[in-house]
């Protein structure tokens, strides 16, 4: 089955980009698609198909894919950036997740 | 507004049943795919299965294939998870979602609140 790779955590400065990597075997052919989790919250889809950003999602948010990495930026940081976020996959007739990237802003 | 609202989670004995539901409202239920996802306690995110808008159940996670079955009544706007031989690694919350495209299967664009299911003796 196919796998995807996530660092476990990113630390971030208010007002400076985050860059969350998503690691799988020539992803560039896939649409990847990125989730936002809160505590306590369902998971709110962020991007899609590897660059369009969900509707109400800020222009801080961009997503890239190339090769065997896709990437989620968040630009200028906010505090109400800090949540879990997953990439995603439709691979097989299955979804498949990264196993997360926790932000946290310093 | 779209709105999912999942139901029947709890505490169940290891080996027995419990039948989830997500029921749908603020969209044309019958023109979307609908999808299980499951997320244990402090883990991530696991898709657990899907049911096509026009072509029928789409798959299972290997780790409940034979024991879980996905199903969905569009008259009740409804999506259901049957789920037998539970296991105390079935424990998570539940959630459903929404695909975000009728022909495009896997971009879920709306999710529900989760419902939590135990198993535990």
Redesign the interface.
């Not at chain 1, 369902?42 to 889809?45: E, F, I, N, T």
């Given at each position: 089955?196919y796998v995807l790779t996530q660092p476990p955590s990113v630390s971030v400065a208010p007002g400076k980009t985050a860059t969350i990597t998503c690691v799988g075997d020539n992803i560039e052919t896939y649409?990847v698609?990125w989730?936002q989790?809160k505590p306590g919250q369902?998971?709110?889809?962020v991007v899609?198909?590897d660059f369009d950003r969900?509707s109400g999602v800020p222009e801080r948010f961009s997503g890239s894919n190339s090769g065997s990495t896709a990437t989620l930026t968040i630009s200028r940081v906010e505090a109400g950036d800090e949540a879990?976020y997953?990439c995603?996959?439709?691979d097989n007739?299955?979804?498949?997740?990264?196993?997360?990237t926790r932000v946290t802003v310093l | 507004e779209v709105q999912l609202m999942e139901s029947g989670g709890g505490l169940v004995q290891p080996g027995r049943s419990l039948r989830l539901t997500c029921v749908a409202s603020g969209f044309t239920f019958e023109d979307y795919g609908m999808h299980w996802v499951r997320q244990a306690p402090g883990k991530g995110l696991e898709w657990v299965s899907g049911f096509s808008w026009n072509s029928g159940v789409i798959g299972y996670a290997d780790s409940v294939k034979g024991r879980f079955t996905i199903s969905r009544d569009n008259a009740k706007n409804s999506l259901y998870l049957e789920m037998n031989s539970l296991r105390p690694d079935d424990t998570a919350l539940y959630y459903c979602a929404k695909d975000m495209e009728w022909n495009d299967p896997g971009t879920y664009d709306y999710w529900g609140q989760g419902v939590l299911v135990t198993v535990s003796s």
């Open positions: 089955s649409g698609h989730y989790q369902a998971p709110v889809l899609y198909d969900h879990d997953y995603q996959v439709w007739d299955s979804g498949v997740f990264g196993p997360g | -």
